[in-house]
Nanobody, 123 residues
Framework: VQLQASGGGLVQTGDSLRLSCVAS????????MGWFRQAPGMEREFVSA????????VYTDSVKGRFTISRDNAKNTVYLQMSSLKPEDSAIYYC?????????????????WGQGTQVTVSS
């Protein structure tokens, strides 16, 4: 297993969760990382991405100010801190390792994908 996501769960509106994704060093240390999500019946959508050194981050508009992406290169782990959760944030969240040093909004630029972790936000 090259990417292992965890941290999902069932929470209430307004709660917080932190997702983690541990990657093998080979695909993590020099690569951008991203988080995507997919709700039932919906297309997979971009959530956030971070560059190889953490200096550059990008978010989809719907999560700006609520979600924070970060990484710990010593632990080969990328995090997604989610706050002020809303029911529309409910989805399976996937982490992914980019082909290059920077993450992007385009899923095609990611080479490796984790198995996903379920986030459910009740109203």
């Amino acid at each position: 297993v090259q990417l292992q996501a965890s941290g999902g769960g069932l929470v209430q509106t307004g709660d917080s969760l932190r997702l983690s994704c541990v990657a093998s060093r080979r695909i993590f240390s020099n690569n951008g990382m991203g988080w995507f999500r997919q709700a039932p019946g919906m297309e997979r959508e971009f959530v956030s991405a971070i560059s190889w050194n953490g200096a550059s981050t990008v978010y989809t508009d719907s999560v700006k100010g609520r979600f924070t992406i970060s990484r710990d290169n010593a632990k080969n782990t990328v995090y997604l801190q989610m706050s002020s959760l809303k029911p529309e944030d409910s989805a399976i969240y996937y982490c992914a390792a980019a082909r290059g040093s920077y993450g992007s909004r385009d899923a095609a630029t990611y080479r490796y994908w984790g198995q996903g972790t379920q986030v459910t936000v009740s109203s």
